[in-house]
């Protein structure tokens, strides 16, 4: 054998690729790679320091095929994420511009002359060898195999338990196969799937040896005095024998390993019990980078498995949400992926993620090399479904109308006919979950249970057959509303407690609205559900789902006397109050308060009467009518007065509070939120939260830090916005973060001119304002606002312009106007005078119209600069007369703060100089 032929294996830092296992080891233990990076990684080693041309890798991955260029750089990807850390100065594996890719890192050759072949498996009847040969093709198991194929060694038996689909097979074996050297008898793989009698284990393990059938004590005396690892495969139906063979080996055969895969534990004496995951997911709202989805296993094996179908480096970015979405929904079961990446030649991304909803996986053909009974979902879950006894059989069934996580009480509640008490029902729940089909977790000191997905499908169909569904429908939906009735909203300080704790209860809650005013439903329930999910729909940002859900509330509603007349009010204010929150305005709102009005006249309650004068206020406030939103609070005050209520007087003087603000008076303003400061969270019931949306102290400390600061008192207003900022966090409420920032701390800091802060908290509320396009326009307007500060108004007024361009005509009542101001100022600085005249003149109009006249003084100020600009005495002396005129406004309202760079730019005006940032 020449050196050439001899076996010989690549070193390169902590990494050793043995080229005649083709496998690559990292201090020993084995990286798992597809089976196309193998060759390439085998190829660029080959010509270490030398460029190879993207043709010659291509074709050693895929011989004599024709592929897009993108899968190779999918395989790079991989390389380059599996061996990151060999590189010295940069990444081991360089991008040769135009030509190739080669590898930079230093490499050794080591000759394995004493190198031992490794054993071939001898596969069992039922299991094709091809089935084998191909496991090597493992994503996102690395740490799970090495972990495993270490303890070796030391345990005698490992079962590796997991729900169908999940891979165990396939991390058995790459255990097997990696470790197979460690044993001078090699390794033997059994699959028991296909037998049924128990008798027959072992000799299904004997045929394996080649050997005569025979009782568990002749596999022991088979294998006693061998070094050998035995992988016994699919052990779920045959618990007894299995465990039985497990300790006859373990006694008489002691150099003997034994991996088992099983969907429960064996409950053999000495084994040790490995729960295989699922693969890593994106989580909702990630980055959506092609290499950020890469690092998540999930998203690798789907995009492997895709194959030529897609290049994800060349995406979109709808598409790789898509891929992202799709990931999550499959919860990185391996065998689910396989069989989505499937059908993605036939159906396309959007396709695939939008049939994902419905059971199409369920009974989705998988790969020509997929065992039988794991061609589809559905066969898997059966194979699990056909061993459970029958009352658990009908116990799974019914608590897939769980769509979520939910409780030993809550399942008891539901359960038709409550057949079996809480402590019988807590048994069969473990033994599913025993059996990997029910998922447990633990929160808060309680137990949760959980279906995946695919199985919740599997048994929601199986429910269906048995003509029950409606029934525990119903059930559940009574238990929904039960509980939803017995929910109250915690204090400010705990509402992140509060929200984390009921989150459950949106799932259910959508789940048992779809079924109520679905034509097997009832619709009295699904009234009664919108009326109690009050607190859900104010603690959740559900947007046009919430408001599409209560409509539907709405037009159920049919007119009856009695607690009708209740009923409309509760769910037309609800409806209002949701649609205010997402569209600030509008006909519909407007229609649904001149509703409530009418009905609270006949009842003479005052939380009604409460609610009623709210809504109306906070509509007037959106569309400009502030006298008219001041006197809607001033008669909430008085109602809530009369009914002793101090949390409603705080509400209605808060109301007051930012009426008079937005009218121009930040004195009587502060005086109104002043007495708020120091109340601990306002001890918020459950209807005024519901009301107010927002978190009651922050909004009163926002306007209080913003009338200080008009006062001429920067600092103390600079230090309140921040110490509400870290409130609005400590509430974990996030509309009330979103308020500390866009209404306190972003303002202040900008008109002070602490341009670098003020950078950190527009990021802050661009990354809280994610997911609404209205918010995120905010967070860009004051991007804007930031550029003019700094002296860049070509930039900083176009990206005001384009913010504005998104914002509803009546969005956030003042604000608005705010930020046209800054829009004019920076339009100056650019040198754009038309532009500049025509938004302050339009800003004037708006002020005057709606009495918007908390910043009169300033839009005067900058009309001021538009027209000394032009130049000349007259200009001169029209500017003076306008900065006299805002001077005067800012003095008699006490506005300190305007007055102040009034008497800057009048020093100024001589000069003729332009205006300061």
């Known amino acids: 054998m020449t050196d050439h032929d001899q076996p010989h294996s690549y070193v390169f830092g902590a990494y050793r690729f043995d080229c005649a296992r083709q496998v690559l080891l990292k201090d020993g233990a084995e990286v798992p790679l597809g089976s196309r990076a193998l060759p390439v990684l085998a190829r660029l080693l080959e010509n270490a320091g030398k460029t190879v041309r993207k043709s010659d890798l291509l074709q050693a991955a895929w011989p004599d095929t024709f592929v897009e260029e993108g899968n190779l750089r999918i395989q790079i990807l991989a390389l380059r994420k599996a061996i990151g850390d060999a590189g010295q100065d940069g990444p081991a594996i360089r991008n040769v511009t135009g030509r190739g890719y080669a590898f930079l890192a230093p490499v050794g050759i080591v000759r394995d002359a004493g190198a031992r072949p490794r054993p071939d498996p001898l596969p069992a009847p039922g299991l094709p060898a091809r089935h084998l040969a191909e496991v090597g093709r493992i994503i996102g198991r690395a740490d799970v195999i090495a972990d495993l194929a270490g303890k070796l060694a030391g345990q005698k038996l490992m079962t590796i338990v997991g729900p169908g689909g999940v891979g165990k097979t396939t991390v058995a074996v790459a255990v097997a196969r990696s470790s197979a050297a460690d044993f001078d008898d090699g390794w033997r793989f059994v699959d028991l799937a296909s037998l049924t009698n128990p008798r027959a284990v072992p000799d299904a393990v004997l045929a394996a040896m080649g050997a005569p059938a025979g009782r568990p004590q002749d596999v022991a005396a088979a294998l006693a005095g061998k070094r050998l690892l035995l992988v016994l495969d699919n052990c779920e139906h045959l618990l007894d024998a299995a465990a039985e063979l497990a300790e006859q080996i373990a006694a008489g055969a002691p150099d003997v390993r034994l991996i088992a895969t099983s969907r429960e534990p064996l409950r053999a004496r000495g084994e040790v019990i490995i729960r295989l995951a699922s693969l890593d997911v994106p989580p909702q709202g990630g980055p959506l980078g092609i290499a950020d989805l890469l690092a998540h296993s999930a998203v690798e094996l789907f995009v492997e498995r895709v194959g030529a179908q897609i290049d994800p480096v060349t995406l979109p970015p709808s598409d790789l949400r898509l891929i992202a979405e799709i990931s999550r929904k499959l919860e990185g079961i391996p065998l689910a992926i396989e069989l989505a990446a499937a059908q993605v030649e036939y159906m396309g991304l959007q396709g695939l993620a939008h049939n994902l909803d419905s059971s199409f996986l369920l009974t989705a053909a998988g790969a020509h090399r997929t065992v039988p009974r794991q061609q589809t979902l559905q066969a898997v879950l059966e194979w699990s479904y056909r061993l459970l006894a029958p009352d658990a059989q009908d116990t799974l069934r019914q608590i897939s109308i769980f769509p979520g996580e939910f409780t030993l009480a809550s399942a008891h509640s539901v359960l038709t006919p409550q057949a079996e008490d809480p402590g019988t029902l807590l048994r069969t729940l473990v033994d599913l979950a025993k059996k990997s089909l029910v998922n447990i977790s633990h929160k808060g000191g309680e137990t949760c249970f959980r279906l995946s997905e695919t199985t919740r499908q599997f048994a929601e169909e199986k429910l269906a057959e048995t003509g029950m569904r409606t029934a525990v429908a119903a ?323 176009s990206k005001m312009a384009d913010a504005l361009s998104r914002f509803p005509e009546n969005a956030f009542g003042h604000r608005m106007l705010g930020f046209v101001v800054r829009l004019a100022e920076g339009q100056i600085l650019a040198g754009d005078l038309a532009s500049a005249n025509a938004t302050i003149e339009r800003a004037l109009s708006r002020a005057r119209d709606r009495e918007e006249l908390w910043c009169l003084p300033e839009i005067l100020r900058v009309k001021a600069q538009s027209i000394v600009l032009a130049g000349g005495p007259q200009e001169e002396r029209s500017a003076r007369a306008h900065l006299r005129l805002a001077r005067r406004f800012a003095h008699l309202r006490g506005m300190a703060a305007w007055q102040k760079r009034i008497d800057a730019d009048l020093l100024a005006l001589p000069a003729r100089s332009a205006p300061a940032p």
């Open 475 to 797: 059930s559940h939906a009574r238990h929904v509303l039960a509980e939803l009735r017995h929910t109250t909203v915690a204090s400010a300080a705990d509402r992140a407690a509060w929200t984390l704790e009921h989150s459950h209860l949106v799932e259910d809650l959508r789940a048992a609205l779809d079924w109520a005013f679905s034509d097997q439903g009832d619709e009295d329930i699904g009234v009664a559900l919108s009326m109690a999910a009050a607190p859900i729909w104010m603690t959740s940002i559900l947007s046009e789902e919430t408001e599409r859900r209560l409509e539907i509330s709405l037009s159920n509603l049919r007119p009856r006397a009695g607690p009708d007349v209740q009923r409309r009010l509760h769910l037309f204010a609800t409806l209002a109050s949701r649609l205010q929150l997402f569209r600030t305005s509008g006909a519909e709102i407007s229609e649904a308060w001149r509703n409530s009005f009418d009905v609270t006249k006949g009842l003479g309650e005052v939380e009604f009467g409460l609610w009623t004068f709210w809504g109306s206020w906070l509509n007037s406030f959106m569309i400009g009518r502030h006298r008219d939103a001041l006197a809607f609070a001033r008669r909430c005050h008085t109602l809530a007065s009369r009914a002793q209520s101090s949390e409603e007087v705080a509400i209605a003087r808060l109301m007051i509070a930012i009426s008079l603000f937005v009218l121009g008076y930040p004195i009587d303003s502060s005086e109104q939120t002043a007495p708020l400061l120091d109340i601990d969270g306002f001890a918020v019931s459950r209807s005024m939260f519901v009301r107010f949306q927002w978190d009651p102290r922050v909004v009163a400390k926002c306007y209080h830090a913003d009338a200080l600061w008009m006062r001429g008192r920067p600092q103390e207003a600079l230090r309140m916005a921040k110490e509400n900022l870290q409130l609005a966090h400590g509430i974990g409420h996030r509309p009330s973060v979103w308020n500390a920032l866009a209404h306190g701390v972003c303002p202040i800091v900008i008109r002070s001119g602490s341009f670098d802060l003020a950078e950190g908290y527009v990021e802050e509320l661009r990354a809280v304002s994610e997911g609404n396009p209205l918010w995120q326009a905010w967070a860009d307007a004051y991007e804007g606002c930031l550029h003019i500060g700094l002296g860049d108004g070509r930039r900083g007024a």
